[in-house]
């Protein structure tokens, strides 16, 4: 049936790997771009979020020489980029559940780009969300103290930590048997981490028993750090612990979700 | 090439471990060229089976080759001479049926001008160029079925995995896919097709295996399982089972196949139709019973399973889904 002549390959592996995570990266933005709905869902939670908390229990929350605003929107950032890595699980989830996943494993292609083009995808997608959720916090009255370059470098670190993070929700996407159950599973592991944490409150507002865990866990030190580099009075240490818990999720969870892609049937 | 293009040896495969054997010793031949049918109910291990020949899962036990490379030691270069089409196997829905393809073609690492020209004649081909840009959602059964075809087709591979390509699919969609396969072996492809459909099997494939519960009951040539299992099922039904079950032992000679009775009705296979309903209707009327019913029909998939198992496709085992009395009459004749 064909006419024209196979061109032989000449690239080495690695440029075909290269190549099989960007087809994989720009199919899963094409199909998301498909589903408008899906996009105005990504960026109405955040939005409510922000005029829920700005406007609603903004008043309540006082933080001693901060305006609420400007704490809380370096707090909805990071937890926005994490809830944009659980996208990860559910894109997986359906991939699989549909039958991709079982066509993309007869193929050729590098078996770790099916996992790495879906979260460098996610990856975009929540740059994407995170220049929106920008906008509307300079809308409500955000104004970070800190330079353009430190803000870049809150943006960075908070990506940094949503992308390794992706790796794990990859595992679990891989592992649920569908694109709820998925969903379900992330909700619980979560949302106590966005919330017993210093997203929206002033650790010293919480019970003292909740304190030393709600000051230690990443997703907090992730928010120290993203809020002290948007102010200008970065908190070198939260962000090197942000970024240690970084590269300890990637390092346990990217072999995992590889692992149970192999297995998974 | 050799002459076969896919050999499978005393494949076993296990799940849940070790609890269900989905597939329990199977070997096949696969000539190069030709359409080779695995037939079987659901749950056979028809899919498992192509499952494995795919890459796509690691057998437990026992070994296959496909394009003379081995699935599980030489994965890649399997996948390299593989297309893979079928109800596990689709196409993403939010991508246009070309930009699906496209997709496929890459990920097998083609030339991208290569790529793109293949993809526009493959949906030329298969009649789906005016719907090349629409998302795939939007496509019929028959076109979405078409399109899985066409995705297995861009690296225009030697070997092609069919799993049921038509089932769910309306009469006149599976004639043009059945077209489609045809065309593709005439051009030198090897078509490894799974069904549940004995007229689909008997219309592609040269060889048969018949699979039921991960065991081969049966192999040979459509003919050959035909002459088997005979070529017509005769269809007596009467007014009251009382009847049904006097008319059944006055019949059972007449064909080497059991007579089988279901509530009111019986069903025979029989290898000579007409003269068998003849001496039927002659025996049934010289004891005075009444026919409500009579019917000869092409034998189904069931009745294959019927004279080959003694047992039916769908029921899950021989022993509880059997009144006593049909059991034994059913061994008496295995």
């Known amino acids: ?265 | 090439m050799s002459d076969y293009a896919v050999e499978a040896s005393n494949i076993v495969r296990t799940f849940s471990g070790g609890d269900v054997r989905a597939l329990d010793g199977v070997s096949l031949q696969v000539p190069t060229g030709q359409v080779f049918g695995l037939l079987g109910p659901n749950g056979s291990g028809k899919t498992t089976m192509v499952r494995i020949l795919a890459t796509i899962l690691s057998p437990t036990s026992g070994s296959a080759t496909v394009a003379g490379f081995d699935v599980v030691k030489q994965p890649n270069q399997v996948r390299r001479h593989i297309g893979l089409a079928g109800q596990n196997a689709t196409v993403d829905e939010n991508l246009t049926g070309f930009e699906n393809l496209r997709m496929i073609g890459l990920l097998n690492h083609l030339n991208k001008a290569y790529v793109v020209a293949k993809s526009r004649q493959l949906l030329d081909d298969f009649g789906l160029a005016d719907a090349a840009n629409r998302i795939t959602k939007t496509y019929s059964g028959g076109m979405r079925r078409r399109l899985d075809l066409a995705a297995a087709l861009v690296a225009d591979p030697p070997i092609l995995f069919l799993d049921e390509p038509t089932t769910g699919l309306d009469p006149q969609s599976r004639q043009d896919l059945w077209g489609i396969i045809e065309r593709l072996v005439e051009g030198g492809t090897t078509v490894l097709l799974t069904t549940q459909y004995l007229d689909e099997a008997d219309r592609l494939a040269k060889q048969l295996v018949v699979l039921d519960h991960g065991k081969i009951i049966a192999e040979g040539t459509s003919a050959q399982l035909k002459a088997q299992m005979g070529t017509t099922v005769l269809v007596l039904s009467f007014a009251t089972t009382d009847d049904a079950a006097r008319v059944q032992p006055l019949i059972a000679d007449l064909s080497d196949k059991p007579a089988n009775v279901e509530g009111t009705i019986i069903e025979m296979t029989v290898d000579n139709g007409p003269a068998v309903t003849a001496d039927a209707l002659r025996r049934i009327d010289a004891a005075d019973i009444a026919l409500s019913g009579l019917a000869l029909r092409e034998p189904s998939l069931d009745d294959v399973f019927l004279n080959l198992t003694g047992h039916k496709a769908e029921e899950p085992t021989v022993e509880d889904a059997m009144p006593s009395g049909r059991r034994q009459k059913r061994k008496a004749h295995a």
């Open chain 1, 1 to 265: 049936m064909s006419t024209l002549p196979a061109s032989a390959s000449t690239h080495s592996s690695l440029r075909w790997a290269v190549s099989d995570v960007l087809t994989i990266a720009r199919r899963n933005l094409m199909s998301l771009l498909r589903i408008p709905v899906a996009i105005v869902f990504m960026i109405i939670q955040p939005i409510m979020f922000v005029i829920l908390f700005r406007y609603v229990f903004g008043g309540v929350i006082a933080i001693p020489g901060f305006s609420y605003v400007n704490y809380l929107i370096p707090g909805i950032l990071v937890q926005t980029t994490i809830f944009g890595s659980v996208g990860t699980a559910i894109g997986l989830a359906e991939d699989l559940q549909k039958g991709l996943i079982e066509r993309f494993r007869a193929l050729p292609m590098a078996r770790l780009a099916v996992l790495a083009g879906r979260t460098i995808s996610d990856l975009f997608r929540n740059v994407i969300v995170l220049v929106i959720i920008t906008g509307v916090g300079f809308l409500v009255g955000f104004r970070p103290g800190g330079t353009v370059v430190s803000y870049l470098q809150a943006c960075l670190v908070m990506l940094i930590f949503a992308y390794c993070l992706s790796w794990g929700f990859a595992f679990i996407g891989l592992a649920a048997p569908n694109s709820e159950a998925a969903q379900a599973i992330t909700f619980p592991i979560i949302f106590p981490l966005t919330f017993a944490s210093a997203i929206f409150v002033p650790l010293a507002k919480l019970p003292s028993w909740l304190q030393p865990f709600a000051h230690d866990q990443p997703i907090s030190q992730t928010a120290i750090a993203v809020r002290g580099l948007m102010d200008g009075t970065p908190h070198g240490q939260s962000t090197w612990i942000s970024l240690a818990w970084a590269v300890g999720a990637i390092l346990v969870l990217a072999p995992l979700a590889v692992n149970r892609y192999r297995k998974v049937a």
